[in-house]
């Protein structure tokens, strides 16, 4: 499967092995491009087509962001933080 070529911000997608009673992967995480990582939730089983599997991926790293967010809203030199404290300013 070519991520790259459907999301530019993802390199490749971490995968567990099925388990025991289980024929399907799982995917757990997302790398960049850059080697950042991007844990999800939850897994994400992979037991259906690819066009259903990857809406899902989508939808689970769309619920994971705003967690990231809050985690650096409080720090000063974050990018976040000046545009929650002082997005007025900068319109």
């Known amino acids: 499967m070519h991520l790259k070529k459907c999301f530019e911000g993802i390199k490749k997608l971490e995968m567990v092995a099925p388990k025991e009673g289980r024929k399907a ?12 990582y991007l844990a999800l939730t939850a897994a994400v089983v992979l037991d259906a087509r690819p066009e259903e599997w990857l809406n899902w991926v989508t939808t689970s790293i769309l619920k994971q962001s705003p967690l990231i967010c809050e985690k650096y809203a409080h720090i000063k030199n974050s990018p976040l933080f000046f545009f929650r404290n002082f997005f007025f300013n900068v319109v």
């Open 25 to 36: 992967y799982e995917t757990t995480g997302i790398f960049s491009p850059d080697g950042e």
